[in-house]
């Protein structure tokens, strides 16, 4: 089914495959969209919504999108929220092409096959925001200042040898013909060496030395559960205590069932509650190799008898 654009603004789940060009004047005050649960395929059947100067909200979830794009220049100019949850992408690149929408600022992006083939959410959610610079929010929870630094810098020494790689190419027709090809899946990897430097064999990234000092191991245990495995995260010593907790609440949501989470670092048999959330981590004394404790139950309640 192809839909009238008139018909556009909460249209959803009635099997439409493409929008048609139409004339934008004439719908040029309309601010949301609802195309959730139909059968669009591409980014094109949906590309001439971009046409609406005020569209500032647009939600296409499931959606069986398979491309994010090529988004047309100077298109979707108000766009701030887009909705792309239980969809079929299955290559980063194509999250990449978000990237052109100037003003997005909010994305749902859950349950698309692209997602699973990264070890865990954390690490597709630092891929999502390191190739889309302007979000401010990621399924519903808020991109920070850190985490888009460190989001920035582990995209950038993840694919920094494919990097080296290419600088190495001597014939200046091939070498930029690399150049097209690499930055064509991997976006914003020339901006981001600009923030950060050039990556290096080895440690892969080039940074200050305060930088590499700041980065910690820290190992994360959860009595909550008995016998659960020990995980390793590696996090800026600079981190505050709300990141930490927002970081550590995806980690075990599943587990929790939302509740709010309480941490505290072991040091030998004692336990040192961290509860002050405008800290950074390394008030507490937080080193290299600690252990952090997160639990969710309440404590019981201790009266005198």
Request: charge should be neutral.
């Amino acid at each position: 089914m192809t839909v009238p654009p008139n018909f556009l603004q909460g249209f959803h789940q009635n099997n439409i495959v493409s929008i048609p060009e139409f004339e934008s004047s004439k719908l040029a005050a309309i601010t949301e969209i609802d195309l959730d649960g139909n059968k669009l395929t591409h980014w094109t059947e949906v590309q001439s919504l971009g046409n609406l100067p005020q569209l500032q909200h647009l939600r296409l979830n499931g959606n069986k999108l398979e491309t994010l794009g090529p988004v047309t220049p100077g298109s979707f100019p108000k766009l701030a929220t887009l909705q792309l949850t239980d969809n079929c992408v299955t290559n980063w690149k194509e999250v990449g092409h978000l990237d052109a929408l100037s003003s997005l600022s909010q994305l749902r992006f859950r349950n698309n096959p692209v997602i699973a083939s990264c070890k865990d959410e954390e690490i597709a959610r630092q891929l999502t925001v390191a190739r889309i610079s302007s979000l401010a929010s990621l399924n519903g929870t808020l991109v920070n200042q850190s985490e888009r630094r460190w989001a920035e810098i582990d995209y950038l020494k993840t694919y920094g040898q494919k990097w080296i790689e290419i600088s190495k190419i001597e014939q200046a027709e091939e070498k930029d013909e690399a150049l097209r090809s690499f930055l064509a899946d991997f976006n914003r990897y020339d901006t981001i060496v600009k923030m950060f430097g050039e990556p290096e064999p080895g440690d892969g990234a080039k940074v200050d030395t305060s930088l590499k000092a700041s980065l910690l191991r820290i190992k994360i245990r959860t009595p909550e559960i008995i016998g659960s495995a020990e995980t390793v995260k590696k996090i800026p010593g600079s981190m505050n205590v709300r990141a930490l907790r927002a970081l550590l609440q995806r980690l075990y949501k599943s587990k929790s069932g939302g509740s709010k989470i309480r941490i505290s670092l072991l040091t030998g048999d004692q336990e040192v509650v961290i509860d002050n959330d405008m800290r950074e981590i390394s008030f507490y004394s937080v080193s290299d190799g600690d252990v952090i404790l997160v639990r969710w139950s309440e404590p019981p309640i201790v009266t005198d008898l």
